[in-house]
């Protein structure tokens, strides 16, 4: 691969990762300037993704994108991707929802348009000019250009309860759950089933399954493997009794679908499902992200917790000062790093002290 020369050794610490395995270290991916590259003008905002799909400006954005990856350095395990977006609520806009980037801002809005779910019918819309068409196309054009150079990423799938309340509105879904939940268990039911068809468009068109895929969560699966984030972000607003009833049958049927997978945990709102979390066989990996301004290197006994359960983590917001104190705490074969360095340098310094100290 043009921007990652050491792809093949990179596939193999991700094979060990996936079979609980350590070879010399943790894996981690670290990204860093290049060294004696200038600085990109690429924008990487998911506003400017969005723009480029809609308009179809398709090779210009790729040549861009090629030219910032160009003043990158890729240490460890870290791999060359572009992430093809319509932001967080793709998923919603894919069945009908509406996204807005307006100028200035940094992703896409949508708005709710379903009034009463009894009225709601769920169908992706793949009509010429649509979101899944347009991006059908971007993720087809791309594949092309990408061809042994760099990876496309899987899309930010927020999906089962995340995309009906993008497409109702929070505060609306929760009153119909309490007031009409028949109807959201019938209308959930029929997003669930639209998961897989939604999931193969880029894995196809894209060309994921034959090179290997990763997302924003910076994995990698080989070629053949079905890999993607889960996640529900919607169940803080949840009892437990309730992430039971219409959260974790989803999530673990996404889980279960996919060959390889990561459950991205946000926020301490929604920590009272953790247990029903880690209650899922088919769940590979979990990212624990407390919330800004605080760390999960302050969580290290739910960390443990997490492995102790068989899941192995993924730890993306430390410092490389955090992870040089604290990555021996965790189990090596069960943790996975990800961090941005000042320079290529840094980078491959905290490589060699992870190798030299593990």
Same mark, same amino acid.
């Given at each position: ?32 300037? %290049?060294?004696?590259? $200038? ?17 179809? +400006? ?29 932001? &967080? ?7 009908? #929802?509406?996204?807005?980037a307006p100028e200035g /801002? ?23 000019? /649509? ?10 054009? !791309? ?5 042994? %150079? ?11 309860? +995340?995309?009906?309340? !993008? ?11 309490? @007031? ?21 468009? &880029? ?9 290997? /895929? ?7 699966? @080989?070629?053949?493997? $079905? ?12 009892? &437990? ?24 945990? +946000? ?16 769940? @590979? ?7 800004? &301004? +605080? ?13 102790? !359960? #068989? %899941? ?6 430390w410092t490389i000062a ?5 990555? $021996?705490?965790?189990?090596?074969? %069960? ?20 190798q030299k100290n593990m």
């Amino acid at each position: 691969m043009l921007y990652k020369p050491d792809f093949e050794r990179a596939k193999k610490y991700w094979q060990a990762f996936w079979e609980q395995e350590v070879i010399d270290r943790p894996p981690i991916s670290v990204i860093a300037p %290049k060294r004696g590259a $200038k600085p990109s003008t690429f924008s990487t905002k998911i506003s400017d993704c969005f723009r480029a799909c809609m308009s179809g +400006d398709f090779d210009s954005y790729l040549a861009g994108f090629e030219e910032y990856l160009s003043t990158l350095y890729f240490g460890g395990e870290a791999m060359p991707a572009l992430e093809l977006t319509l932001g &967080p609520d793709q998923y919603a806009a894919f069945l009908g #929802g509406n996204l807005s980037a307006p100028e200035g /801002s940094e992703t896409t809005w949508s708005s709710p348009i379903v009034d009463d779910f009894s009225k709601f019918e769920v169908k992706i819309d793949k009509s010429p000019g /649509s979101y899944f068409d347009m991006l059908k196309k971007f993720f087809e054009r !791309a594949a092309e250009h990408s061809k042994d %150079k760099y990876l496309l990423c899987m899309l930010d799938l927020h999906s089962n309860l +995340d995309a009906l309340s !993008a497409l109702r509105g929070p505060e609306n879904l929760c009153l119909d759950i309490m @007031d009409c939940p028949e109807e959201v268990h019938r209308v959930l039911n029929e997003v669930r089933a639209t998961y897989e068809e939604i999931f193969m468009m &880029p894995y196809i068109s894209g060309d994921l399954i034959n090179r290997g /895929s990763t997302a924003w969560a910076p994995f990698f699966a @080989d070629k053949g493997e $079905k890999y993607n984030v889960v996640q529900c972000d919607f169940s803080c607003l949840l009892s &437990p009794s309730q992430a039971r009833e219409y959260a974790i049958p989803a999530i673990a049927e996404e889980a279960a679908f996919l060959d390889k997978n990561v459950y991205h945990y +946000d926020g301490v709102g929604a920590l009272g499902h953790m247990d029903d979390i880690l209650a899922i066989e088919e769940i @590979d990996v979990i990212q624990w992200l407390p919330g800004t &301004p +605080d760390s999960s290197v302050n969580w290290m006994d739910l960390l443990k917790k997490i492995q102790k !359960a #068989g %899941k192995s983590l993924w730890v993306s917001d430390w410092t490389i000062a955090d992870i040089k104190a604290h990555f $021996k705490e965790l189990e090596p074969n %069960k943790v996975f790093f990800s961090v941005w360095a000042s320079s290529q340098d840094e980078a491959e310094e905290l490589i060699e002290y992870m190798q030299k100290n593990m």
